[in-house]
């Protein structure tokens, strides 16, 4: 079974800060996504990936396959950002469901 | 709509009691999950579906818990005799093809009170 650790849980940062989110996890695997929770709210999917490396406006993901290990990077963030950020993977060789990680509580304060 | 839909969005129920919680995928995306959160917690998956067949179950915690797809679009999750720890949002997510090469769309999720 995979085990999908995020860090940190909780950040609370300045608008305009940089910021990183991390995911590691134990088994080799098919894709990593990155999935946005706003409270109260439905998930938005911003990122799949299983390789390299990926740009949509202000967020970046990266994963390194080798190291088990990708990273969330938001630039210039903004009051908006504020949501619980939760990376998920699937197992290479495993079912098609998800395992998800307990997700990253980000506030970014005005 | 566009994206995925489910119904009820809150539903509270007395112990013992049976429930069905309904989602409508995206018009076309043959995959559909359903997946269960705890406060504080990460989705955590139940079954997959790829058009009317449940392709993976090991999901599902107990065999008071099953799901139907008949026509490969509009799912149904049951539950029979609700315990109080069936208490969580239940999400339902379709996408074109599998999670190795297609984003998920989630929908807002079903909030299921056991009391």
């Known amino acids: 079974k995979n085990e999908v650790e995020q860090s940190p849980q909780n950040l609370t940062a300045q608008e305009g800060e940089f910021i990183t989110i991390n995911c590691s996890y134990s088994?080799?695997?098919?894709?990593l996504h990155w999935l946005q929770q706003h409270p109260g709210g439905g998930i938005v999917s911003l990122f799949m990936?299983?390789?390299g490396k990926k740009k949509h406006g202000r967020l970046i993901a990266t994963i390194n396959i080798q190291e088990k290990h990708s990273s969330l990077h938001i630039t210039a963030s903004h009051p908006r950002d504020s949501a619980v950020y939760i990376c998920?993977?699937?197992?290479?060789?495993?079912?098609?469901?998800?395992?998800f990680g307990k997700g990253t509580h980000l506030i970014i304060q005005p | 709509g566009a994206g995925v839909s489910q119904t009820p969005s809150n539903k509270v129920t007395e112990k013992g009691k049976y429930v069905e919680l309904r989602c409508d995928p995206i018009?076309?995306?043959?995959?559909l999950y359903w997946y269960r959160q705890s406060l504080g917690q990460g989705p955590e998956f139940l079954i997959y579906?790829?058009?009317?067949?449940?392709?993976?179950d090991s999901g599902l915690p107990n065999d008071r818990f099953f799901a139907v797809r008949p026509e490969g679009s509009v799912s149904t999750l049951k539950i029979q005799r609700t315990e109080r720890g069936d208490s969580a949002v239940y999400l339902c997510?379709?996408?074109?093809?599998?999670?190795?090469?297609?984003?998920?769309?989630f929908g807002n999720g079903t909030r299921l009170t056991v009391t």
């Open positions: 990936l299983s390789s």
């Open positions: 998920a993977v699937r197992s290479r060789g495993g079912a098609d469901g998800l395992t």
């Open positions: 997510a379709s996408s074109q093809g599998t999670t190795d090469n297609s984003p998920l769309h």
């Open positions: 088994v080799g695997i098919s894709a």
């Open positions: 579906f790829q058009g009317t067949g449940a392709a993976d």
């Open positions: 018009s076309g995306h043959t995959a």
